[in-house]
């Protein structure tokens, strides 16, 4: 059984197959590769796209998903 992560639901629905190619701003730090856009980096007056190849794309799901579970888990000491 395949325990395909796909993108999160705001890459899929803002722009659905809309890859091009960049550089992975998330972990990897590859350029030219096949990216997504997933939001707008701001720092001070600055605002740059955010973008990430599909397998940074997937480890964000991975960890947002376990970031919800651990957050609606009952906790131990309550």
Sequence with gaps: ???RIHPPAMV???FPDRW???TCWLWCDRDELPV???GTVEH???RVPLTACRE???RLTE???ATARASTSPTENA
């Design 56 to 58: 940074c794309t997937d």
């Design 20 to 22: 091009h190619s960049g």
């Design 63 to 65: 960890r947002v998903h």
């Design 12 to 14: 899929r629905d803002h």
């Design 1 to 3: 059984m395949s325990s």
């Design 44 to 46: 001070g007056p600055l």
């Design 36 to 38: 997504q856009w997933l």
